[in-house]
């Protein structure tokens, strides 16, 4: 079964994970001809300098990992996930205040004094590593794209994002409750008492971003996805044409992106949370998940017999945590931020 539709899923590295399994203290190597090439072009005398964008109590957050976050594909660990936004400045703003919010967790995780040991983040790389089939050296590559200056770096990184994972399930999962009541009430209000269940056809385009893109290639594919929306959305032109030109999914080109009838649990989370709330014709703004930008079109829906009772309780009752979990997680970060000194320098 394909992933299920739960928040708690988050305790995972982010999408975008890449490096090798050199010790923290390791040296950098020289930098890759690219890099090189690109700081050549600089004028002589010229130093690029990292500013501070804010600051959460004593911590600062830099420029650089602003634009490195705002490169991503995927936020990541974030349980709480935004629409995407269209113009730079709002990307800007959205990106920082999650880092401001990620500042606060893990200020909270070193209170608790919440440690992740080398060991841990060492089997969390190698294993992303195979995940993605890439040697040591193709992903330093990847490391460097991505706006990380060594290895190293991205070790911390990973140090703080599996800090953090820590500090979600000690202070979120462990209150999450759903019971067995809630989730019978569920399937009785919503699948005929377990009976039937609806299924959406659908079709998308998908605007695919590599693993190796860097910040700026993120945001050119950013930028094509919203102008093909443009192009079907609001310039009305055919979804065939504009598909054709815009999908990158090999496995729908001929069908110009139809997905066929799929059921939600089936879906990416997030793909399936803005196909569920369309109307039959309406076509989503952008949507980013782990592979890239879509746009979609709902066209019909129907209700089918419910083949597997036991799946459609475990998807009723993931999706009753991820709501209850959202709803804890907002409320913490709120109590959160109205204790704590955060000075933003946009």
């Not at 500013?51 to 650089?64: E, H, K």
């Not at 939600?264 to 980013?288: H, M, Y």
């Not at 879509?294 to 036991?310: A, G, L, S």
Request: aromatic residues 6%; proline residues 4%.
């Amino acid at each position: 079964m394909q992933k299920l539709f739960l928040a708690l899923a988050l305790l995972a590295l982010p999408t975008v994970a890449f490096a090798a399994d050199e010790a923290p203290a390791a040296a950098a190597k020289p930098a890759k001809p690219a890099l090189a090439t690109r700081r050549a072009t600089l004028p002589q005398g010229y130093h690029e300098v990292d500013g501070v964008v804010a600051t959460v109590g004593d911590t600062a957050i830099l420029q650089s990992e602003l634009r490195r976050a705002m490169g991503q594909t995927r936020g990541g660990n974030d349980p709480v996930q935004s629409s995407e936004p269209r113009s730079a400045e709002a990307l800007r703003k959205q990106t920082l205040d999650t880092l401001i919010d990620n500042a606060l967790v893990a200020k909270a995780a070193k209170e608790l004094g919440l440690v992740v040991s080398d060991g841990e983040i060492d089997g969390q790389i190698e294993q992303t590593r195979k995940r993605m089939h890439k040697s040591a050296d193709e992903f330093e590559d990847i490391v460097r794209n991505m706006g990380f200056p060594t290895v190293a770096a991205y070790r911390q990184h990973v140090r703080a994002e599996m800090v953090r994972v820590q500090m979600l399930r000690a202070k979120i999962a462990g209150k999450l409750r759903v019971t067995d009541d809630e989730v019978k009430r569920i399937i009785e209000q919503e699948y005929s008492n377990g009976q039937f269940e609806d299924e959406v056809h659908s079709r998308h385009m998908l605007i695919g971003v590599p693993d190796d893109a860097n910040p700026q290639r993120v945001t050119e594919l950013r930028d094509r996805a919203w102008h093909c929306y443009d192009d079907v959305a609001v310039h009305k032109k055919s979804w065939e044409d504009v598909a054709d030109d815009c999908n990158d999914d090999s496995a729908t080109s001929e069908g110009h992106g139809d997905l066929g009838w799929q059921k939600r649990w089936t879906l990416d989370p997030t793909f399936g949370n803005k196909l569920w709330a369309l109307q039959p014709g309406e076509i989503s703004t952008v949507v980013q998940t782990p592979y890239g930008f879509h746009v979609i079109q709902f066209i019909e829906r129907r209700r089918v017999p419910v083949k597997d009772k036991e799946v459609l309780e475990q998807f009723v009752r993931a999706r009753l945590q991820e709501e209850q979990f959202t709803k804890l997680y907002k409320t913490w970060l709120e109590e959160m931020r109205g204790s704590a000194h955060i000075d933003v320098r946009l």
